[in-house]
Structures are given as structure tokens and as C-alpha cells.
């Protein structure tokens, strides 16, 4: 898995919001969606994540830009 070290800044709202659409619309592998910022492929990490607030989900996704000059991520439940 990817430090957190690694990563570069989080996405700004609204582009978190619309690779999370993206994402949930076409959840196989290899239908990551792109950077917005870059255009570059995103990898989708999936985490055992049993929080309070995530309600019943039990994992959540990670999209992690793979440009290594952005490195751009967002994570949101599933």
C-alpha cells in the first residue's frame, strides 16, 4: 500500500465529489477513473474500514493519481 508520505495533495472538493460519481459508476478493475488535474490513470485501493461514521459500509476506496509529479488522492466509503 501507498504511505501517506507518498502522496501528494488531497483533490479539492468538487473534484473529489465527481471521481467518486466516476468511480462507483464502472467499479472493475481497470475502470479507475482519471486525474482530473493531470489526466493521468488513478489507482483504486480498497480498505477495511469499519468506522462509526461510515455508516454500514465496511470498506472504503482510495484513488491515488499515478502520475508521480501529482499523486493527487481522495478517499470515500463504499
Known amino acids: 500500500m501507498t504511505e501517506s508520505n507518498d502522496l501528494g495533495p488531497m ?8 471521481l467518486e460519481l466516476l468511480d462507483r459508476e464502472n467499479p472493475i478493475p ?3 477513473p482519471q ?3 493531470c489526466e493521468a490513470k488513478t489507482t483504486r ?8 461514521n461510515a455508516g454500514s459500509a465496511p470498506f472504503r476506496i ?3 493519481c499515478g502520475n508521480e509529479e ?3 488522492w481522495t478517499v470515500y466509503n463504499w
Do not use: D, N, T, W
Not at 479539492?12 to 465527481?18: G, I, L, N, T, W
Open 11 to 18: 483533490y479539492e472538493a468538487k473534484q473529489s465529489a465527481q
Open 30 to 32: 481497470g475502470g479507475e
Open 35 to 37: 486525474c482530473p488535474v
Open 45 to 52: 485501493l480498497v480498505e477495511a474500514h469499519p468506522s462509526p
Open 62 to 64: 482510495r484513488l491515488i
Open 70 to 72: 501529482c499523486r493527487r
